[in-house]
Structures are given as structure tokens and as C-alpha cells.
């Protein structure tokens, strides 16, 4: 069993900035990736950042240019620095870690923008 933990959320205002952080522990076998995902209140679960199989990082394109998903294999920990915050980027930060044969999600950091 991987735990999860998600943590860096809070009350921002526009223009602001934030820092996410995800630590995966427990893990028997090689996490394969680590990516961030996000739901707003009504809507669906929708990628933010992550890694493709060759370790580039992809970006869903509202987080293009303002966010900044990194990671630290040796703390099994990743990333996500948020800037220039909009209210519509309020919602609950997932982080999802895969390993061979599942895949493991956090309880949720939420983030809220707001003036």
C-alpha cells in the first residue's frame, strides 16, 4: 500500500503564488510517475501536470506557462509550483502516484484564489 500526501494549499489571492507537494511513501516496487490533477467543485477530475515516459513534463493548457511540475526521485516527492493564480484555478490538488500494476491517489490539498 502507497500513502499519499498532499500538502501547500491554501487561501491565495489573484496574481499569487503557491507551492504544492506530494509525498509518496511505502511504495514496494518503482513509483512509475507522479502527476497532479485537480477537480473544481461540479466538475470532473482533470489533469495538471506530469511526466510522459521519457521524463519530459506535460502540462494541460491552462497550466501552461504559470505552473512548473517538478520531482525528487531520491524523496519519492513531486511539485507543483503555481503562479500568476486565477479564481478559476480554485479546487482541490490531487496527486496521483503510479506503480507497477496500480495507482494511488491523495486525499486533496485545496486551493482557493480569492481577493
Known amino acids: 500500500q502507497v500513502q499519499v500526501v498532499e500538502s501547500g494549499g491554501g487561501l491565495v489571492q489573484p496574481g499569487g503564488s503557491l507551492r504544492l507537494s506530494c509525498a509518496a511513501s511505502?511504495?514496494?516496487?518503482?513509483?512509475?510517475?507522479m502527476a497532479w490533477y485537480r477537480q473544481a467543485p461540479g466538475t470532473q477530475r482533470e489533469p495538471v501536470a506530469g511526466?510522459?515516459?521519457?521524463?519530459?513534463?506535460n502540462y494541460a493548457d491552462f497550466a501552461k506557462g504559470r505552473f512548473t511540475i517538478s520531482r525528487d526521485n531520491a524523496q519519492n516527492t513531486v511539485y507543483l509550483q503555481m503562479n500568476s493564480l486565477k479564481p478559476e484555478d480554485t479546487a482541490v490538488y490531487y496527486c496521483?502516484?503510479?506503480?507497477?500494476?496500480?495507482?494511488?491517489w491523495g486525499h486533496g490539498t485545496q486551493v482557493t484564489v480569492s481577493s
Open positions: 511505502g511504495a514496494r516496487f518503482t513509483i512509475n510517475n
Open positions: 511526466f510522459t515516459s521519457g521524463g519530459s513534463t
Open positions: 496521483k502516484v503510479t506503480v507497477p500494476l496500480a495507482e494511488y
